[in-house]
């Protein structure tokens, strides 16, 4: 059987191989030895894979939507609560922070590029926690996952992209977490920078498209009738 993906280490193997045996502060290829010139290219089209599968989960949910809307009955639109103008607002604006961590980065302004990381990240709990509350407006007001079919997909779709954002969260943590740990090495080996920003293309590859996902499924349910 198998192994399954269980970690952004997971698809970084995928993405260019195993690691030969190394120290840890040299990122596991040895101590003289200087990391491959890997593409970028290999890390993106490794997330595209990825990307292509999340896209098919989410086209197959929006037919079942599209059939499931179009046969009426107790079909009963929700206005959407306020909260989620507000949680699309900072979900948008992780994208711009994680484009400015980019660049910084590609300055090799190392330390400033992971703060900008780390506030993305914040940004994208805040916007999970909102999620949570517009759940929890929905149910003070009785509004629960069987009440009618509208809201029966406004909670399976909110769930479903909540969780791939969730996802998304842990591997920044990750990638944080290693700019944090390397970021002395990353300044003076420009090799490793490169390796570094291309993981982290990767990530914003990610992170950008749950954005989008999440602007098209709000039109989805609240603005195309």
């Given at each position: 059987m198998a192994k399954p993906i269980t970690s952004l280490r997971d698809f970084e193997t995928i993405a260019v191989g195993p690691r030969p045996p190394g120290r840890p502060e040299d990122g596991g290829r040895?101590?003289?030895?200087?990391?491959?010139?890997?593409?970028?290219?290999?890390?993106?089209?490794?997330?595209?894979?990825?990307?292509?599968?999340?896209?098919?989960?989410?086209?197959?949910?929006?037919?079942?939507?599209?059939?499931?809307?179009?046969?009426?009955?107790?079909?009963?639109?929700?206005?959407?609560?306020?909260?989620?103008?507000?949680?699309?607002?900072?979900?948008?604006?992780?994208?711009?922070?994680?484009?400015?961590?980019?660049?910084?980065?590609?300055?090799?302004?190392?330390?400033?590029?992971?703060?900008?990381?780390?506030?993305?990240m914040v940004l994208g709990l805040l916007f999970l926690a909102g999620q949570y509350g517009a759940w929890r407006q929905l149910v003070a007001q009785g509004v629960y996952l069987n009440t009618n079919p509208h809201s029966s997909f406004f909670y399976l779709l909110t769930a479903a992209h909540g969780v791939h954002v969730l996802g998304g969260i842990l591997g920044l943590g990750y990638i944080t977490l290693r700019g944090w740990r390397w970021r002395l090495i990353l300044m003076g080996t420009?090799?490793?920078?490169?390796?570094?920003?291309?993981?982290?293309?990767?990530?914003?590859?990610?992170?950008?498209?749950?954005?989008?996902?999440?602007?098209?499924?709000?039109?989805?349910?609240f603005l195309w009738r």
């Open positions: 040895g101590g003289k030895e200087q990391p491959p010139n890997l593409p970028e290219g290999s890390y993106r089209l490794a997330m595209l894979f990825a990307l292509a599968s999340i896209g098919m989960l989410f086209l197959g949910f929006t037919s079942a939507y599209i059939v499931r809307q179009g046969l009426g009955g107790d079909w009963q639109p929700l206005d959407p609560p306020a909260i989620l103008w507000a949680n699309t607002l900072m979900l948008l604006g992780s994208s711009v922070t994680l484009h400015r961590s980019r660049t910084l980065l590609r300055r090799e302004a190392i330390r400033e590029g992971v703060r900008w990381l780390s506030l993305t420009p090799d490793r920078l490169k390796h570094y920003d291309a993981l982290v293309g990767a990530a914003a590859l990610y992170w950008h498209f749950m954005d989008g996902l999440w602007v098209y499924l709000f039109i989805l349910l």
